[in-house]
């Protein structure tokens, strides 16, 4: 196992490097300068010729690429471009536990809520009970993020006024886990939604052919409860094809949350990231790709590793 770990990282190392320069090159042949993001009609050509010197933007392509490179192992992503040269280092840990909490949050409401719904639709096939998860699962895929979420504001916070229509916190009041929790709510169920329909449709369709198993029928015969032959006999080697999928989702989440943390003001790293590719901040742009791509591989790796705890028939 720790070698199949350590196998992995240091095949994560090109790939990460090849994501670094994909991304740089894309930014780079993008429409647009970074003298339009001053937004200062009295600038000088001076001024801009001063501002391109100061952060580099005269040098040649791959020589702005290998500084960025060489400055980023060591920690250091650069400075905004259009924050008066506030690091990005900054800019992001002041952001990223509010994206971890968001992701954790809407990762624990699809679990929870997907998995037992999924098994309870294949435990009854073809009943209303499971048309009615169906349904609403084909709905949750088909219904876009940013449409659900302007909805549940519209809803909830505008009409009913049961929950803050966006933001981490009431403004100018003392700390409180409730009211962090009750701003939580809407953006972490919207987050959720669409992975929770596709976990949904997975855990039922991989519970399905392990239903019919011989190994489930032993257990039947055997006088175990019909509870404990689903959940403990039968859940185990159903959420292995679950965990591979439940793996390949967490990018969609790290998107989701671009959207999702714009509707909601949620002041995490995907509204940055939003701001910050409109505003065309190229180090900060290069600094969330490659957080985001290193989550991606974490994320693919803990589902590697989690085959082995729910089958210890799989060897690496």
Request: charged residues 15%.
């Amino acid at each position: 196992m720790v070698t199949y770990i350590i196998r992995r990282i240091l095949l994560a190392i090109p790939l990460l490097l090849g994501i670094t320069i994909l991304s740089f090159a894309i930014v780079k042949m993008a429409p647009g300068g970074p003298g339009q993001l001053l937004m200062d009609p009295t600038l000088k050509p001076e001024d801009m010729i001063k501002f391109k010197e100061k952060y580099g933007l005269n040098d040649p392509v791959h020589v702005q690429y290998f500084k960025w490179l060489g400055n980023m192992v060591q920690g250091d992503f650069g400075t905004s471009l259009v924050r008066k040269g506030t690091p990005v280092s900054e800019l992001v840990m002041n952001r990223l536990p509010n994206t971890i909490l968001l992701m954790v949050v809407s990762t624990l409401l699809a679990v929870l809520i997907s998995i037992p719904f999924g098994v309870l639709s294949a435990t009854k096939p073809y009943s209303k009970t499971d048309y009615s998860v169906t349904i609403t699962s084909f709905i949750g895929l088909a219904t876009p993020n940013f449409w659900l979420g302007l909805i549940l504001i519209m809803f909830f916070s505008v009409k009913l006024g049961w929950f803050p229509t966006g933001g981490t916190h009431t403004l100018n009041a003392p700390f409180s886990i409730w009211d962090r929790l009750h701003h939580l709510i809407l953006p972490a169920f919207v987050l959720a939604s669409a992975d929770m329909a596709g976990l949904t449709r997975f855990t039922r369709t991989s519970m399905l052919e392990v239903v019919k198993q011989d190994y489930m029928r032993t257990a039947r015969a055997k006088g175990f409860k019909e509870n404990k032959v689903i959940y403990k006999h039968g859940l185990r080697n159903g959420l292995i094809p679950v965990i591979t999928i439940f793996g390949l989702m967490l990018p969609t989440f790290i998107g989701g949350a671009v959207i999702v943390e714009s509707v909601f003001s949620w002041p995490g790293i995907g509204k940055l990231f939003f701001d910050s590719a409109f505003q065309r901040d190229y180090p900060v742009i290069m600094a969330l790709t490659v957080i985001s791509a290193v989550f991606v591989v974490v994320g693919n790796l803990i589902a590697d590793i989690l085959y082995a705890v729910f089958d210890p028939r799989i060897e690496y």
